[in-house]
């Protein structure tokens, strides 16, 4: 089975980025701490979002970073290596992982312990778990878990569990202390004015729970 090779997820929005080219910010990004990049741009069609995949991919590709793609299996197909991430209302995983077999990455987002649970029992690699903090960008998820939960979620779970919502460094050494593999972020460093400053913080506070 694939293992995540970073403690570290970048996930994309490239309306996020104070209006710089999201491709340039994530090359800077992998140059220090090979983040996962998962690839969430939901509003392009299918012929945008194979291109910007497959620009990104030749970056990750160079770097030695991962790449998922959000939900769009198609989009993973055609690229070599590639993994997918799939929401709670999705594909089941065992459904992705028929499709993709057992050498691409399948992880897939949860909002509760119970469904972290489930995504283990089917077959999922990881398990991103939010939103910890509150955050304008998980709202429509309901109020923030805390991280009372994501301590009784790593008590449960084997999978690596990735904390997402509200991340900060201080808070990613939070996480770390109650078991999280890793956490993902958004704006801590696509919104950053210097993006590798940001990325070393992220990197060095998941780097060791101690």
């Given at each position: ?26 090359e800077r ?69 028929r499709i ?97 400053a940001a ?12």
């Open positions: 089975m694939p293992q995540l090779e970073s403690r570290l997820f970048l996930v994309t929005d490239r309306h996020q980025t104070k209006g710089r080219p999201l491709v340039s910010l994530l990004a992998v140059t220090v701490g090979a983040p996962v990049i998962q690839l969430r741009e939901r509003d392009l069609s299918v012929k945008d979002l194979l291109a910007l995949a497959r620009e990104v991919h030749r970056l990750t590709e160079q770097c030695g970073s991962q790449l998922v793609i959000n939900d769009r299996i198609d989009v993973v197909l055609a690229l070599e290596r590639a993994g997918v991430h799939l929401r709670s209302n999705s594909l089941p995983v065992s459904v992705a992982r993709l077999g057992h050498e691409r990455l399948v992880g897939i987002s949860a909002h509760s312990v119970g469904e972290a649970v489930q995504a283990e029992s089917q077959g999922a690699d990881y398990v991103v778990l939010g939103p910890v903090y509150d955050t304008p960008s998980k709202q429509a998820y309901g109020p923030p878990l805390g991280l009372h939960c994501m301590e009784e979620a790593c008590k449960r779970v084997r999978i690596p569990i990735i904390g997402i919502g509200g991340i900060t460094a201080a808070r990613a050494r939070d996480l770390r202390h109650a078991g999280a593999f890793g956490v993902a972020v958004i704006t801590a460093i696509l919104g950053a004015a210097d993006v590798e990325v070393q913080a992220l990197v060095d506070a998941v780097a060791s729970p101690s």
